[in-house]
């Protein structure tokens, strides 16, 4: 009997043992890999990686697949593989802007070994004697450059890994514009490679050529009064935004925002979004947030992508005209109605898509809107207040308080 059960559980055990490996690859290739990774790259039937990752492991028993174009289709190959013993290349710490995350949702836990590597941020710091929990980590990797915007604080130490060559002179050049010029940008070019070269330059003064692709960039932000630096609260001044005057006015949007509540990863309706810096607003919140500017005006549709794009490269889709633009969209967590209340119908399908549990935003400054925020208030509940906002202005020779037009704003919850 007890032959017989050792016996089964060793089956067992030879049946649950993963059938794909995930190893991280370092600039050193193989030479680099630990007796596991060795061993599962050796025992591969069939390798999966990028070209570079190919070159560095060199000759294996196994056969070497190149990842294919378009890459959204290499998920597919590898699943056709499950059974066979598969390896798959990746970067260093495949779970830090890696195709980990992406095997992970498609192949259970049990089915997949990984076998990392230090991550190229961990080595920056390393090399940079920076706390790891004291820098920014940001990838410009097949993103936007103004996706380090928001890091740029006085003082601060940013880690980003570049997309290509071209990167840390676009960085540097883009610090410079913004008064930042000053600071201090290190280039690490091949990290944890023989080929390691890390070489450093003020940003106004950057000239280092012959800058490899695979690079990541380390920068130390030295600031003046002076630097063009994105404020942390919200209600930005409306110089921050491209606007033709629609707008939400800086003190009106602090308070819209603050009803919103906007909480990690939410989606936002912005309707009417005019110059889109409530959605804007909303996605600085956290990098998870998403929103969804209704823009019927193509002038001001173009100006919402641009103030997504400078602001920090945010989640906001920009879409036409409400109410005909929410069919089949994402139902949202929050909605955001900047314009358009008193047109037929806008509200209604808003509220219909509205998740249960979301909230519903509305601002008006006319004696109509007023109207339809009576009647909705009556029938649906929620909180009514006027906001009004008074600003100094020169009158003659003297100055005296000039009134903004009051605006009435009505939050409500959906049961």
């Known amino acids: 009997m007890t032959t017989m059960l050792r016996e089964s559980d060793a089956l067992s055990s030879r049946q649950e043992e993963p059938w794909l490996s995930l190893i991280g690859l370092g600039e050193d290739g193989a030479a680099g890999l630990c007796r596991e990774a060795l061993a599962a ?4 039937e069939i390798v999966f990686g990028g070209e570079r990752h190919i070159a560095l492991v060199g000759s294996v028993p196994g056969e070497l697949r190149p990842w294919p174009q378009p890459f959204r289709n290499a998920l597919p190959q590898i699943l056709r593989e499950r059974g066979r013993k598969v390896c798959v290349l990746a970067t260093s710490d495949p779970f830090h802007y890696g195709i980990g995350n992406s095997l992970s949702r498609a192949i259970p836990a ?3 070994r990984i076998i990392p590597q230090l991550s190229s941020f961990s080595m920056a710091c390393t090399r940079m004697r920076w706390p790891q929990e004291e820098c920014a980590l940001v990838s410009l990797h097949g993103r936007t450059l103004y996706r380090i915007v928001p890091h740029l604080q006085p003082q601060a130490r940013i880690l980003a890994l570049s997309w290509d060559e071209t990167t840390p002179r676009a960085v540097a050049a883009l610090m410079t514009t913004r008064g930042m010029g000053a600071s201090r940008i290190v280039v690490m070019e091949a990290l944890g ?3 390691e070269r890390i070489r450093e330059s003020r940003a106004d003064a950057f000239a280092l050529d012959d800058v490899v692709p695979l690079n990541l960039i380390a920068v130390e932000v030295a600031a003046t009064q002076d630097s063009r630096i994105l404020p942390l609260a919200p209600g930005l001044d409306e110089e921050w935004f491209a606007h033709d005057g ?13 009803a919103l509540a906007p909480r990690a990863g939410e989606l936002l309706w912005d309707v009417g979004a005019g110059s889109g ?19 019927a005006r193509a002038d001001r549709a173009e100006r919402i992508a641009r103030n997504r794009l400078e602001l920090g490269g945010l989640s906001v889709e920009v879409v036409g005209a409400a109410p005909a633009g929410f069919v089949g969209r994402e139902a949202p967590d929050a909605v955001f109605i900047g314009g358009g209340l008193t047109e037929a119908g806008l509200f209604e399908a808003a509220w219909a898509a509205l998740k249960p549990g979301g909230r519903l935003v509305a601002n008006v400054v006319t004696i109509e809107g007023e109207a339809k925020l009576a009647a909705l208030h009556a029938e649906h509940g929620g909180s009514l207040r006027r906001i009004a906002i008074d600003r100094l202005a020169p009158v003659g020779g003297k100055h005296g ?5 009051p605006v009435t704003q009505w939050r409500v919850e959906k049961p």
């Open 193 to 195: 490679g023989p080929q």
């Open 401 to 405: 308080w000039r009134p903004a037009m």
């Open 110 to 112: 049990g089915e997949m």
């Open 41 to 44: 790259l050796n025992a591969a």
């Open 246 to 258: 629609q707008i939400t006015k800086s003190e009106i949007r602090a308070i819209t925002l603050s």
């Open 277 to 295: 810096s409530v959605a804007v607003e909303w996605c600085q919140r956290h990098l998870r947030n998403r929103a969804v500017a209704f823009e």
